[in-house]
């Protein structure tokens, strides 16, 4: 009787763990079906016409499970050293590692090299690019953020749903915001190190921010003409500033990739919840922007 209750419990037990098992590998996803989980939040055909979004680099087996995930903003070859170590078999690039076309395959270049690792290593790239850009829940609504507004709404709309498009025009919520206090929430919502935002001023000091456009990464087409008490972007040429100013309006710029970057910590929460959290996805810890704050040594 003991044997048999024994006997039993063990076969309770199997069963669940079994089940287990079935379920977390039940949980894990196919490349395509990544790919499908990464349209439904941002369509390809939402990215800008120049663009080159989607599917970019497939492994041989595209069928394999995808148990681990890496965001970047930039793909460099640290990146894709790091995608190696931690196992990855999946790296989603915000820029598009392959975006002018490549004549050839070689050593000659670090993009090639790239292309040609994950390739071996049988890693997939994709990228989204202007596509979380212009949609809803993207970069630019989490660049809108920086400060509280009462509505953001698409600067140029998508011409299919005007829900969608490149940058955000929005209102600040209750009070105008001084513009100091304004650049202080800008740092404080994006990380940021306050050294590194450069800041140009309208020119008055009395003027309140009441309004305010985003454009994260090179925004001043998508800026150009917009009426706003202050623009927030990556980056802006000094007579593109200067034109800006001299229409009262001040304009913050965090440097490109860092006007995008802080989304990848959004959107690493997004997708574990529509991947079920059967997939781990991290945040590359090698992805950076390439320039630093020089600081001045004292001269004895």
């Known amino acids: 009787m003991l044997l048999k209750t024994c006997s039993t419990i063990l076969f309770h037990r199997n069963i669940l763990k079994f089940g287990q098992q079935s379920l977390k590998t039940r949980a894990m996803a196919t ?11 941002a369509p390809e055909n939402l990215a800008e ?24 903003i930039d793909l460099t ?17 915000y820029h598009p590692p392959i975006f002018a076309p490549l004549k050839r395959l070689t050593q000659a270049s670090w993009k090639e ?46 011409p299919i749903n005007a829900a969608y498009g490149a940058g955000r025009l929005c209102t600040v919520k209750g009070e105008p915001l001084s513009e100091r206090d304004a650049v202080q929430q800008i ?35 998508v800026l150009k003409g917009v009426k706003a008490d202050m623009y927030i972007t990556g980056e802006m040429s000094h007579h593109e500033v200067l034109e800006a100013t001299s229409n009262g309006t001040c304009v913050v710029l965090l440097g490109h990739s860092n006007s995008e970057r802080g989304y990848l910590s959004v959107f690493k ?19 950076r922007d390439p ?10």
Not at 31 to 41: G, H, N, Q
């Open 31 to 41: 490349l395509p079906e990544v790919v499908a989980k990464l349209s439904e939040f």
């Open 113 to 158: 090299r790239i292309v040609i690792d994950c390739i071996r290593h049988d890693i997939a790239i994709y990228s989204p690019h202007t596509s979380w850009d212009n949609v809803t829940n993207g970069v630019n609504d989490w660049l809108a953020d920086s400060l509280p507004h009462a509505d953001a709404r698409p600067i140029l709309e998508n």
């Open 291 to 300: 320039m630093k704050l020089a600081l001045r040594e004292n001269a004895n």
């Open 77 to 93: 070859e640290a990146v894709v050293a790091e995608a190696r170590e931690t196992g990855a078999q999946m790296i989603i690039s």
């Open 187 to 221: 740092v404080k919502h994006t990380a940021m190190d306050c050294a590194m935002v450069s800041f140009a001023s309208s020119g008055d000091t009395n003027r309140k921010v009441q309004t305010y456009a985003v454009c994260a990464g090179s925004g001043a087409s």
């Open 49 to 72: 016409k120049w663009d080159n979004v989607g599917l970019l680099v497939e492994p041989r087996n595209n069928k394999s499970s995808i148990t681990n995930i890496l965001l970047t």
């Open 269 to 287: 929460d997004i997708l574990s919840k529509r991947l079920n959290g059967g997939v781990t996805v991290h945040v590359s810890s090698s992805d």
